[in-house]
């Protein structure tokens, strides 16, 4: 038995076992997350410790793309707008790739630590979270990416959330969480 494939479940739902569930070969480390890679759910994008991004055919189960650029293990993975993805990664810094032509558009560098997690507001920005106590918030579009950085954490940040159109919240391995009104970061 090979360590490096995931192996069919059953899926049961209301009872009834389902036999719809593929085995998709995967990283030789483990996998940190996923996300639909665009909004229609036919591709979907992996985040590993293999410092790689991985783009699987979900109807097929293979890979269709692998992207590679980071330079330690890729925390987090989400879907932008276009076509596009960001990654987060231990080497502290967020990546935007084009997930068609396999190419990195851009790199965000700011966090002296992990990043942890990532994601998106409605108005198109990325939110990061970091080993740094930091949260920051970036927009990729932009000849000066970083718009914000939130201090407030006594550790490291794992997680976020938008809570509605201006509120962000923030955990930490301080045991808080944080919520952040961010208003005037909308335009």
Request: charged share 20%; aromatic share 6%.
């Amino acid at each position: 038995m090979k360590d490096n494939i995931f192996y069919d479940c059953e899926l049961i739902t209301r009872g009834k076992k389902s036999t719809t569930t593929k085995s998709i070969y995967l990283f030789l480390q483990r996998v940190m997350r996923l996300t639909p890679a665009v909004a229609d759910v036919k591709i979907l994008a992996s985040a590993g410790w293999d410092k790689s991004i991985r783009i699987w055919d979900v109807k097929t189960g293979e890979c269709v793309n692998m992207l590679t650029g980071h330079t330690h293990d890729v925390n987090s993975v989400i879907e932008l707008y276009n076509g596009t993805i960001a990654s987060a990664s231990n080497d502290k810094s967020i990546q935007v790739w084009d997930i068609i032509g396999a190419d990195r558009l851009c790199m965000l560098r700011g966090h002296s630590s992990f990043v942890k997690c990532i994601i998106q507001l409605t108005n198109g920005r990325i939110v990061s979270a970091s080993s740094d106590k930091t949260v920051r918030i970036w927009d990729a579009r932009e000849d000066r990416p970083l718009i914000s950085t939130l201090e407030g954490h006594t550790f490291g940040v794992c997680a976020l959330a938008q809570l509605n159109h201006n509120t962000i919240a923030s955990g930490s391995f301080d045991m808080t969480i944080r919520l952040c009104k961010i208003t005037t970061l909308n335009n």
